[in-house]
Nanobody, 120 residues
Framework: QVQLVESGGGLVQPGGSLRLSCPASGSIFTIYSMGWYRQAPGKQRELVATITSSGSTNYADSVKGRFTISRDNVKNTVYLQMNSLKPEDTAVYYC??????????????WGQGTQVTVSS
């Protein structure tokens, strides 16, 4: 089993910054891609950013220029640096990883989520 645990969420004022972290642990054979998603109250979960094993990134238009996704392949950790935060960014943020575990099964794993609240 592969586990993901997000951390770094909290309350921040508009214009502020937060950095989310999500290490993957367990019987991991290969991590193909990792990403961040978010879900605001009453809304569907949406993609925020993804990063491949080679470092190629993809961002939602709403966060381009403000958020940066990165990963540390030694630590099996994905990060999300969030700058110039807006109230619209308020949501539960989830990390995920497209993995092949040691038993050779491939699936997408999800973390439990971390709350980000942007408010004055």
């Amino acid at each position: 089993q592969v586990q993901l645990v997000e951390s770094g969420g909290g309350l921040v004022q508009p214009g502020g910054s937060l950095r989310l972290s999500c290490p993957a642990s367990g019987s991991i054979f290969t991590i193909y891609s990792m990403g961040w998603y978010r879900q605001a109250p009453g809304k569907q979960r949406e993609l925020v950013a993804t990063i491949t094993s080679s470092g190629s990134t993809n961002y939602a238009d709403s966060v381009k220029g403000r958020f940066t996704i990165s990963r540390d392949n030694v630590k099996n950790t994905v990060y999300l640096q969030m700058n110039s935060l807006k109230p619209e960014d308020t949501a539960v943020y989830y990390c995920n990883a497209d993995c092949r575990s040691s038993d050779l099964r491939r699936r997408t794993y999800w973390g439990q989520g971390t709350q980000v609240t942007v408010s004055s």
